[in-house]
């Protein structure tokens, strides 16, 4: 397995980005730019590309309806020049909360316009000239109001064609559609011991529709790094992030982290972080989150504990592991855990 970490949307970018890039000597192989509705995450990673040599830098994630896809491709490509051919295009629907309530677009069709916007970026990266007419129209047509367009290429050449695209993806459609077409999967809350029941179908049956061409699918997953004592302090820091997304991000019934913890076998809790949280009552919401999904999204404990967990995330299929270092001294927590990768 690789080894990567994330940048919070809720911490100081530069100093989080500093901390990221010192990581860099330790071993750490890749960061990922979360971005939600805090600060955009292509600004961080080009200060990031600036700071690092080595390690791959990718958005986790841009949603696909805020940008167009032209735009998401270009941002890619840019990230990849800056780079040297170090970028990951990471992609995702995101959910009603963000894109209806923080940029104002209706959520719909969030698996055509993912699997639109790989297939977009695909031809813009081998600077095809693009006419696409789907849910984007490229160029915009004149029966839709269109005047002057006509179809064009990307102006600049890229440093790669091919740039791993990576889809944050929860329901089974949508992990289907990740293992017939994406480079990468970027599941949230991954639970390795639930991952087969709840995943392997739709894993199964999108990678008999891939093309051999794309290579194994990569999976990033992973959570909170500690080892020795104060593993449980760890865990319940899981509590209010689990119970912002399972709680706040979407209504009840259009949520889908919700959906995902029940399906882990948490449904009474889910529905009473959901309950708490919408209500306002998110210290309620965290003390509701079941101690054991914090332990099992995490990596900590005395060192032959967290050495099980990293065998628990490699055996059910993960290909990089995502950890947030905890303590005095992350460069040591990265360096023991890349020695057992």
Known sequence: MDLSTTLQYDTDPRAAADRAADLERTG??????????????????????ARTERMRIGSAVLNVYSRTPALIAQTAAG??????????????ASGPQVVEGWHGRRYDRPLGRTRETITLARRVWRREVVEHHGIT???????KGGTLGKPLKLLTRPVRDSIPVYVAALGPANVRMTAELADGWLPFLYVPEHAGKVWGAPLAEGAALRDPALGPLGIVAGGPLAIGEGAEA??????????????????PGRNFYHDLVCSYGYEAEAHAVQE?????????????VPAELCELTCLAGPEGYVRERVEAFRESGVTTLNVTPVGPDPARLVARIKEWL
């Open 28 to 49: 750490l192989d890749a960061v990922w730019v979360a971005e939600a509705y805090g600060f955009d995450s292509p600004t961080i990673m080009g200060y990031l590309a």
């Open 79 to 92: 990230l990849d020049a800056l780079t040297g051919g170090r970028a990951v295009l990471g992609i995702g």
């Open 137 to 143: 129209d490229m160029p915009l047509p004149p029966e």
């Open 234 to 251: 760890v865990r319940d820091r899981m509590r209010p992030l689990i119970a912002l997304y399972v709680g706040g991000m979407g209504a």
């Open 276 to 288: 708490h949280y919408l209500a306002g009552r998110k210290r309620e919401a965290a003390a509701a």
